[in-house]
Nanobody
Framework: QLQVVESGGGSVLAGGSLRLSCAAS????????MGWFRQVPGKEREGVAA???????KYADSVKGRCTVSLDNSKKTLYLQMNNLNPDDTAMYYC???????????????????????WGQGTQVTVSS
């Protein structure tokens, strides 16, 4: 059974940094993508950053230049380094996994949440001014 577990959230002051981690297990697919999404109560979930198993990356405009997503394929672990955080980054952050049968669609729709079938429970990030 595929499992997704996030960690690394917390409370920081504006301008601070956090590193989120996401460990996925229970699958052997070599073609997949993993992404970070966030949601604030009352608002739609939005894609933050994602990467696929061949290294294609996609960032939301709101985090470009402040966040770096990386993937350790051997550990199936996803990371999100977030710098210069601001209160607008406050949200529950979710990690998601998308398994692909082949490379045909690899790299497409990385930040579309409906493309992801497996989700973690989320980790809270709170940024105060």
């Amino acid at each position: 059974q595929l499992q997704v577990v996030e960690s690394g959230g917390g409370s920081v002051l504006a301008g601070g940094s956090l590193r989120l981690s996401c460990a996925a297990s229970g699958y052997t697919h070599s073609t997949y993508s993993m992404g970070w999404f966030r949601q604030v109560p009352g608002k739609e979930r939005e894609g933050v950053a994602a990467i696929d198993s061949v290294g294609s990356v996609k960032y939301a405009d709101s985090v470009k230049g402040r966040c770096t997503v990386s993937l350790d394929n051997s550990k199936k672990t996803l990371y999100l380094q977030m710098n210069n955080l601001n209160p607008d980054d406050t949200a529950m952050y979710y990690c998601a996994v998308r398994l692909l049968a082949d490379r045909t669609t690899l790299g497409f729709g990385l930040l579309i949440d409906n493309n992801y079938a497996f989700w973690g429970q989320g980790t809270q990030v709170t940024v105060s001014s």
